[in-house]
């Protein structure tokens, strides 16, 4: 057993659900299921925008929770994994979503065609989701599945800016944010939302107009290209031009 080593003054934090530490919890016999409903709440926890779940795919990447699995009893990492998930919705803490992934929404999700499974947390919201979903009337947009590393180390990809500060990705838009993101240094990119969520302009085109503008004029105030850019005076500056009437509500 190797000791831990302690925790920082001011720690990182998970939200447990009062209900599953009072209830499910006391009846948890299965280590598996243990470590992959505390996993799951993790990855969960830190998603800022609904609807929340987790790809089977996003646990399998995670690298804290692989180092979980394969301290299981005796179990392969894939079979604690695939026992944990098994018994958590059979308990009815989790709901699972199973996924057909195909063509242009594959390249999206940044794999190949293929089966995954999408967990939620069963509330009667995500309940209620989740039947919708099986009845075809609305349908899941996968942003790419990356391998997980520390929050302190990791820069978040265009696809999670826009789905934390925007909202749902559509297939629309992925070529766009792929583009996007092949086209200007992260840093831009991360100011840019930024810089739009700060005069509640929340929409992509406005934000793709800041770094056009950035590309051709430079960065901030002082034309400063490698510096943090300064918020413009007034922000009808980005709204200008052909397509400025699109994004003026």
């Known amino acids: 057993m190797r000791a831990c080593p302690g925790f920082p003054d001011r720690p990182a934090v998970t939200r447990v659900p009062t209900e599953w530490?009072?209830?499910?919890?006391?009846?948890t016999e299965s280590l598996a299921?243990?470590?992959v409903t505390l996993h799951v709440l993790r990855l969960l926890d830190a998603k800022r925008t609904a609807p929340r779940f987790v790809r089977l795919s996003e646990l399998r990447a995670d690298p804290?929770?692989?180092?979980?699995?394969?301290?299981?009893?005796?179990?392969?990492?894939?079979?604690?994994?695939?026992?944990?998930?098994?018994?958590?919705?059979?308990?009815?803490?989790?709901?699972a979503l199973p996924v057909r992934i195909e063509?242009?929404?594959?390249r999206a999700?940044?794999?190949?065609?293929?089966e995954d499974t999408c967990l939620f947390l069963?509330?009667?919201?995500?309940?209620?989701?989740?039947?919708?979903?099986?009845?075809?009337?609305?349908?899941?947009?996968l942003a790419p599945t990356t391998t997980v590393t520390p929050a302190a180390t990791r820069r978040l990809t265009i696809?999670?800016?826009y789905e934390q500060n925007i909202g749902l990705l559509t297939p629309l838009l992925v070529e766009e944010l792929r583009e996007a993101a092949?086209?200007?240094?992260?840093?831009?990119?991360?100011?840019?939302?930024?810089?739009?969520?700060?005069?509640?302009?929340?929409?992509?085109?406005?934000?793709?107009?800041?770094?056009?503008?950035?590309?051709?004029?430079?960065?901030?105030?002082?034309?400063?290209?490698?510096?943090?850019?300064?918020?413009?005076r007034d922000p009808r500056r980005y709204l200008e031009g052909e397509y400025g009437h699109l994004i003026q509500h």
């Open 109 to 114: 999700a940044g794999g190949t065609a293929g």
């Open 159 to 161: 696809f999670e800016l």
């Open 33 to 35: 299921e243990l470590k």
């Open 182 to 232: 092949e086209t200007y240094p992260p840093e831009w990119i991360e100011e840019a939302f930024r810089e739009a969520v700060g005069y509640n302009r929340r929409h992509w085109r406005y934000v793709r107009r800041i770094l056009d503008h950035w590309a051709t004029q430079g960065r901030g105030e002082r034309g400063a290209a490698g510096r943090r850019p300064e918020a413009p």
């Open 64 to 95: 804290a929770a692989r180092r979980s699995w394969q301290a299981c009893g005796g179990l392969s990492a894939d079979a604690a994994l695939s026992e944990g998930v098994r018994l958590a919705v059979a308990r009815g803490v989790l709901l």
């Open 122 to 141: 069963n509330t009667p919201a995500t309940r209620r989701l989740v039947a919708r979903v099986q009845r075809g009337e609305v349908a899941l947009v």
């Open 21 to 27: 530490l009072c209830g499910a919890l006391a009846e």
């Open 103 to 106: 063509g242009d929404a594959a």
